[in-house]
């Protein structure tokens, strides 16, 4: 699965506002543009649909910015990416109007991704915004992931075509 850049967007607004919550005056948008390089247009736009889905607080004006509405330790992740991701149709079969597929009833691979898409959305309700954002947290590791760019080896006895 890969997380459409509004995602990524937006959860880098939310952290950021997260890791300056402290402050006295409200994190800005130019402040947000300047740190991560995103476009102020696309910021703009991210941050009118985070303050209409109830994350931030936006106050127009001279002293005005952005404020989280609940506290980071209060907003997960998991709940985020379900509002802010527009189509978790991984495959064609998960659209039954849109499914041809000619193993369909005969296949578990849909119900295998299903699966991992829950699996996955219940690991990041485990995760606030205050876990991505605290200062001093350390970084896990990351495993890495297998990837195979080798092609399967022929099995004895098998030919190919």
Not at 9 to 23: E, F, K, P
Request: with cysteine; glycine share 8%.
């Amino acid at each position: 699965m890969q997380l459409t850049k509004w995602t990524d967007y937006s959860l880098r607004v939310l952290m950021y506002c997260a890791a300056h919550a402290g402050r006295g005056t409200p994190v800005t948008i130019a402040e947000i543009e300047r740190a991560h390089g995103i476009s102020r247009s696309h910021l703009q736009k991210v941050v009118m649909s985070l303050a209409a889905l109830g994350y931030l607080e936006t106050t127009r004006g001279r002293g005005g910015g952005l404020r989280l509405l609940a506290p980071a330790s209060e907003t997960r992740v998991g709940e985020v990416i379900r509002h802010t991701e527009t189509d978790f149709t991984l495959l064609e079969c998960f659209d039954p109007l849109l499914n041809t597929c000619s193993l369909a009833g005969r296949c578990r691979l849909e119900s295998v991704l299903h699966e991992a898409m829950v699996r996955f959305l219940e690991a990041l309700d485990g995760v606030t915004l205050a876990d991505l954002s605290t200062p001093g947290m350390r970084r896990l590791p990351l495993a890495p992931l297998p990837v195979s760019a080798q092609p399967r080896r022929q099995r004895a006895g098998t030919r190919q075509a």
